[in-house]
């Protein structure tokens, strides 16, 4: 904390523009050694917050002599303070704005790092923000899920965290603990007194109230994670169902291989597209049959190992035929998992029997049947509704309320959960104060982790170490 970092805050590559981030104690001092302002005034002079036109220069390898480096005019630029703690990390930072070609902004880079500058870590201007009490852990995290987002629900997810929707009710829950720590610990304090500071009966509701809201607010993790992480969906059936017709038709490109020839798609396909809002990253597999090549025997057991990865399962059937004893006996891998029915092929005559249908929707648990023409894509829409609604529920509408998004939170939450268990059944078993109160105090600590206030070195760097240099 006591270092000035330095770093490239744009993505590597050519660019017409890069940006070079400064934070700490000296930044402004540092970036002094190698900004030039043109209007001739000294950086540590100008206003925060504004920009100004400026000249680079550095050390940079003469041409002439290779083995020395003379000064020289790097880049022309313009800089800007944002004097603490009005800047992102609540430190002097300063910025310089550059043209993005990779070597300059190596240069300008090294430049400062002459100066005295150390080159950041990942995720430590975000670190040092939430270290300085700019963000609480939630939200630090939600900077990244606000880069990462693939889909407009997931960054108004991301939003609605870096706003504080996540941290806001977490904080409301630890004040109704707190309350209640503190009759609980008075009743400690002032036992020979004998004087009753809350009834047992209201204890008890207090506690199991918090368990309910703690409960509903662990219930959104699997809606949170859909969005923030996205689903693994792989289209699975017999060859020639018309798996490959599908993905290009989701895809609106002709991404895979079409044949009327069984046992065209060899290896698993991938392509991630945006359903509904949904981040999906879709897998079309080879057809499950038993076979003699040996090619094609690797490429059903790559579509096993596909089936087990996903999240989402798309059994695709031909409705043009009548079920085949491959479908009868069809094998699916995990109970658990969501499965879609999709009946392909509706611009022929239908020839799948009702009945054969009913029995393979109960044979696999089958959360959705959708009936669809890959060829003509009539049922597409119905088939992303389903997608939709099977991976995030009907009712759930992102940014009504507060949303778990990350498995930490939802862990935190379980571990406060159970505490608060223990904590009721000390009162109802009419323990001492001292076990209700040390149960307390443990869901009060898992509830601090969320947002930082209890948090360890070891999971704000497992945190932070996600994020990219610069950021």
């Known amino acids: 904390m006591e270092d000035t970092i330095c770093a490239i ?14 934070s700490g104690e000296k930044a402004i001092d540092i970036a002094s050694g190698v900004i030039r302002l043109t209007s001739g005034r000294a950086l540590s002079e100008v206003s925060s917050h504004t920009l100004h036109h400026a000249d680079i220069v550095g050390l940079l390898a003469d041409s002439s002599r290779t083995s020395e480096q003379v000064s020289t005019s790097i880049d022309e630029a313009l800089a800007v303070v944002m004097r603490a703690p009005r800047s992102y990390t609540a430190e002097d930072v300063v910025e310089i704005h550059c043209h993005g070609g990779p070597f300059v902004l190596q240069s300008l880079c090294e430049a400062l790092l002459a100066k005295g500058a150390r080159l950041a870590q990942p995720g430590e201007f975000t670190k040092r923000a939430f270290l300085n009490g700019k963000l609480d852990l939630t939200q630090a995290e939600a900077v990244l899920d606000t880069i990462r987002a693939k889909t407009a629900a997931s960054l108004r997810l991301a939003q609605e965290q870096l706003r504080g929707s996540l941290s806001k009710e977490v904080d409301r829950i630890r004040q109704r603990l707190i309350h209640l720590l503190a009759h609980v610990e008075a009743s400690i304090d002032f036992t020979e007194e004998g004087i009753t500071f809350i009834q047992e009966q209201d204890l008890v509701r207090g506690v199991e109230c918090t368990i309910e809201a703690l409960s509903r607010l662990a219930a959104t993790y699997q809606e949170g994670r859909v969005l923030r992480e996205g689903v693994t969906a792989a289209i699975v059936g017999r060859p020639n169902v018309g798996k490959s017709s599908l993905l290009n038709a989701l895809l609106r490109t002709d991404r895979a291989i079409v ?45 096993r190992a596909a089936m087990e990865q996903a999240d989402l399962l798309l059994v695709l059937l031909d409705g043009s035929v009548p079920l085949t004893p491959e479908e009868r006996r069809l094998v699916l891998p ?101 076990f209700v109160a040390v149960d307390l105090r443990g869901a009060l600590d898992a509830l601090g982790d969320i947002t930082g206030a209890t948090t360890t070195d070891d999971v704000l760097d497992c945190v932070f170490s996600q994020f990219c240099i610069g950021k």
């Open 334 to 434: 995990d109970r658990e998992k969501k499965f879609v029915l999709v009946i392909n092929k509706t611009d022929l005559p239908r020839e799948l029997a009702p009945g054969d249908l009913q029995d393979l929707e109960r044979a696999v648990a089958a959360d959705a049947t959708v009936w669809i023409s890959a060829k003509t894509r009539v049922g597409l829409d119905d088939l992303r509704d389903a997608i939709r609604n099977v991976t995030l529920g009907l009712e759930f509408e992102p940014g009504e309320t507060a949303v778990v998004t990350a498995l930490r939170h939802r862990t935190a939450l379980v571990k406060a959960i159970e505490a608060l268990q223990r904590s009721s059944e000390s009162i109802k078993g009419m323990l001492s104060a001292e």
């Open 9 to 22: 805050a744009t993505p590597w590559g050519e660019g017409g523009i890069g940006i070079i981030r400064v």
């Open 259 to 303: 044949s009327p020839i069984p046992g065209t798609t060899r290896d698993v396909v991938e392509e991630t597209l945006n359903i509904r809002g949904v981040p999906v990253r879709l897998l079309d597999t080879a057809g499950l049959r038993d076979t003699a090549d040996v090619v094609e025997q690797e490429g059903v057991r790559r579509s």
